[in-house]
């Protein structure tokens, strides 16, 4: 009797795995493709904002930092709930919340209104990107990491690159409304996908650190509101000194009840001693500080500077956003091969140097090709350090912390954005104004050189991580 030769059978679960992370990818790639995306699809719908709704400076502001501002705050506190509840439900509770949102987004008939989902918005985003990043730690091992987070990069990239010119194809070819409309459909179609395909994961942490939840939530408010209002306000004003001040006071008590009170801390400061963690936020806060400054600068500029259409600005800006599309991936998996590092470092130079370049050459009747070459040199910066910080966060911890890091990542990162976007309106209504194209241009100009200099600092600051990030 003749044996039949079988081969070995895999277990289930190791049969189903090279599935269940393509689908993780793919989820989680879509959910911060839609949270990038809301951070800069507005950004060339200002001025038909401003027409429509005949909003001031400071309303356009909001439009935008509404959104940074609560997902700035509440990403611990989404990360915390996903360790806690389950990172997959989770996921789909931000899913439902931000989809709500953009459908309230859409209804809004004035500028308050638009506020005030673009609230519930950043709630909804708070949840679902931190859990992106976890979602796909927990999925991969960490010597295949580096490429799903560069993919994962390249997605929230894709975001970046699409957001300008699909607000201005959609702003133009049908109305402002209908850049929060296409987030309902893909929401609504993600979420029965997300509860099935995703495999559910927690944290290391058996309860909510509640009084942290609270502590951070304040602190990181009060941090933020400062520079939102500074610009109208004043930054010596009564208002933003008190903000900073209740910022400071309750982000140090948070950490004092981390390090003394908390059972559970949500937040284990021994992380902060580890040289990759640190080094990577806090590239991170530089990187976004001087990314959305610039964004919220650059597609006004073109408008109102040089004179294009929402379209033709958002086509023109591709060469700058598109970039991460097609780097990230690469810089991820090289990353995975020769440290994070250089890619911090490298990309942040490149990120300083074009958009100095591009501050230098700007001035009234400057044609397009000679922005060219700057936009794409920034735009290679940009692709190296999404990927790179990423991995650097995660893989300088524990697994078990993956929620936590990326959690912390993510706050620094909206936190980078509000006080970019700020200071750039600062610098902008100091050296020019809304008056004429030529002081518009002055005033971006001016706050362009800004945002190169954030940059830079990164920069100095990625010298000092290390070469290699390890838990």
Same mark, same amino acid.
């Given at each position: 009797?003749?044996?039949?030769?079988?081969?070995?059978?895999?277990?289930?679960?190791?049969?189903?795995?090279?599935?269940?992370? #393509?689908? /993780?990818?793919?989820?989680?790639? !879509?959910?911060?493709?839609?949270?990038?995306?809301?951070?800069?699809?507005?950004?060339?719908?200002?001025?038909?904002?401003?027409?429509?709704?005949?909003?001031?400076?400071?309303?356009? &502001?909001?439009?935008?930092?509404?959104?940074?501002?609560?997902?700035?705050?509440?990403?611990?506190?989404?990360?915390?709930?996903?360790?806690?509840?389950?990172?997959?439900?989770?996921?789909?509770?931000?899913?439902? $919340?931000?989809?709500?949102?953009?459908?309230?987004?859409?209804?809004?008939?004035?500028?308050?209104?638009?506020?005030?989902?673009?609230?519930?918005?950043?709630?909804?985003?708070?949840?679902?990107?931190?859990? /992106?990043?976890? !979602?796909?730690? &927990?999925? +991969?091992?960490? &010597?295949?990491?580096?490429? *799903?987070?560069?993919?994962?990069?390249?997605?929230?990239? !894709?975001? $970046?690159? *699409?957001?300008? $010119?699909?607000?201005?194809?959609? /702003? &133009?070819?049908?109305?402002?409304?209908?850049?929060?409309?296409?987030?309902?459909?893909?929401?609504?179609?993600?979420?029965?996908? @997300?509860?099935?395909?995703?495999?559910?994961?927690?944290? /290391?942490?058996?309860?909510?650190?509640?009084?942290?939840?609270?502590?951070?939530?304040? #602190?990181?408010?009060?941090?933020?509101?400062?520079?939102?209002? @500074?610009?109208?306000?004043?930054? #010596?004003?009564?208002?933003?000194?008190?903000?900073?001040?209740?910022?400071?006071?309750?982000?140090?008590?948070?950490?004092?009840?981390?390090?003394?009170?908390?059972?559970?801390?949500?937040?284990?400061?021994?992380?902060?001693?580890?040289? #990759?963690?640190?080094?990577?936020?806090?590239? @991170?806060?530089?990187?976004?500080?001087?990314?959305?400054?610039?964004? +919220?600068?650059?597609?006004?500029?073109?408008?109102?500077?040089?004179?294009?259409?929402?379209?033709?600005?958002?086509?023109?800006?591709?060469?700058?956003?598109?970039?991460?599309?097609?780097?990230?991936?690469?810089?991820?998996?090289?990353?995975?091969?020769?440290?994070?590092?250089?890619?911090?470092?490298?990309?942040?130079?490149?990120?300083?140097?074009?958009?100095?370049?591009?501050?230098?050459?700007?001035?009234?009747?400057?044609?397009?090709?000679?922005?060219?070459?700057?936009?794409?040199?920034? %735009?290679?910066?940009?692709?190296?350090?999404?990927?790179?910080?990423?991995?650097?966060?995660?893989?300088?911890?524990?697994? %078990?912390?993956?929620?936590?890091?990326?959690?912390?990542?993510?706050?620094?990162?909206?936190?980078?954005?509000? +006080?970019?976007?700020?200071?750039?309106?600062?610098?902008?209504?100091?050296?020019?104004?809304?008056?004429?194209?030529?002081?518009?241009?002055?005033? @971006?100009?001016?706050?362009?050189?800004?945002?190169?200099?954030?940059?830079?600092?990164?920069?100095?600051?990625?010298?000092?991580?290390?070469?290699?990030?390890?838990?």
């Amino acid at each position: 009797m003749t044996e039949t030769l079988k081969a070995p059978l895999l277990p289930a679960s190791a049969a189903q795995a090279p599935t269940r992370r #393509g689908w /993780t990818v793919a989820l989680a790639g !879509l959910g911060a493709l839609l949270c990038s995306l809301d951070v800069v699809v507005v950004a060339t719908a200002l001025p038909a904002l401003q027409a429509d709704f005949g909003a001031s400076l400071s309303e356009l &502001e909001w439009t935008i930092n509404a959104y940074n501002l609560v997902f700035a705050c509440l990403t611990l506190t989404g990360a915390a709930l996903g360790d806690r509840f389950g990172r997959r439900r989770m996921y789909v509770v931000g899913l439902a $919340v931000f989809t709500l949102a953009s459908a309230a987004a859409a209804l809004a008939s004035g500028p308050g209104q638009l506020i005030g989902a673009r609230l519930l918005q950043g709630a909804g985003a708070a949840v679902l990107l931190p859990l /992106t990043l976890t !979602l796909i730690s &927990e999925a +991969f091992p960490a &010597e295949k990491r580096g490429v *799903a987070i560069g993919m994962w990069g390249g997605v929230t990239g !894709l975001g $970046v690159a *699409a957001g300008p $010119v699909l607000g201005g194809a959609v /702003t &133009e070819g049908l109305s402002w409304q209908w850049i929060f409309w296409l987030n309902v459909p893909i929401g609504l179609a993600m979420i029965p996908l @997300a509860a099935r395909k995703l495999r559910e994961s927690h944290g /290391t942490r058996p309860q909510l650190d509640l009084v942290g939840l609270v502590l951070a939530a304040v #602190g990181l408010t009060g941090l933020a509101w400062a520079p939102v209002r @500074a610009p109208e306000a004043g930054w #010596g004003s009564a208002e933003v000194l008190a903000a900073l001040a209740v910022g400071v006071v309750f982000v140090a008590a948070f950490l004092g009840w981390e390090k003394n009170g908390a059972r559970c801390p949500m937040l284990p400061l021994s992380h902060f001693r580890r040289r #990759g963690f640190s080094t990577a936020n806090a590239s @991170a806060f530089l990187l976004f500080a001087s990314l959305l400054g610039a964004l +919220f600068m650059i597609t006004q500029l073109f408008q109102l500077g040089l004179g294009y259409s929402p379209l033709e600005a958002g086509v023109r800006i591709l060469v700058w956003n598109a970039t991460p599309l097609l780097i990230a991936p690469i810089a991820g998996a090289l990353a995975d091969r020769f440290g994070t590092r250089p890619f911090m470092l490298g990309g942040l130079l490149l990120q300083a140097t074009g958009l100095a370049l591009l501050a230098w050459l700007v001035e009234p009747g400057v044609g397009y090709g000679s922005l060219v070459v700057p936009l794409i040199v920034a %735009g290679v910066g940009i692709s190296m350090v999404f990927p790179s910080v990423a991995n650097a966060v995660t893989s300088s911890v524990p697994l %078990g912390d993956a929620g936590v890091a990326a959690g912390v990542n993510n706050a620094l990162r909206e936190l980078g954005g509000v +006080f970019g976007i700020a200071i750039a309106a600062a610098v902008f209504t100091t050296y020019g104004g809304y008056g004429s194209p030529e002081s518009f241009i002055d005033g @971006a100009g001016a706050a362009l050189w800004v945002t190169a200099a954030a940059a830079a600092v990164g920069a100095g600051v990625a010298a000092f991580a290390p070469s290699r990030a390890r838990a």
